[in-house]
């Protein structure tokens, strides 16, 4: 099941490429976050919502770097696929 949902998420990728590449001036990332039965490190906070902090901190740090996400597929627990964007001129930039 696992590889079949893996070659699912290929195909996804490849067919989107085309418009991806036509879309000028960004850039884009996919990203597998594993689940929490892959060593995640989950933390009930304050009001009661449970945080899984392995991956908020992964987010974090791709955000620093400029990348956005556009969209996330993926159930509870299980690993995500996480599409990202970011500007591709920004490094160009004074």
């Known amino acids: 099941m696992r590889k079949l ?3 699912f ?8 490429a085309p418009a991806a590449a036509a ?3 960004w850039e884009y990332q996919v990203v597998i976050l594993q689940g929490v039965t892959a060593g995640g490190t989950v933390e009930k906070q304050a009001r009661g919502v449970y945080v899984d902090t392995r991956r908020t901190q992964i987010l974090n740090e791709l955000a620093v770097d400029g990348w956005e996400v556009i969209s996330a597929f993926g159930a509870p627990g299980m690993d995500h696929a996480v ?3 970011r500007e591709s001129d920004r490094l160009s930039r004074p």
Do not use: E
């Not at 290929?10 to 067919?15: H, R």
């Open 23 to 25: 879309d000028a001036g």
């Open 5 to 7: 949902i893996f070659r």
């Open 9 to 16: 998420l290929f195909l996804i990728v490849v067919c989107a």
């Open 83 to 85: 599409y990202l964007r």
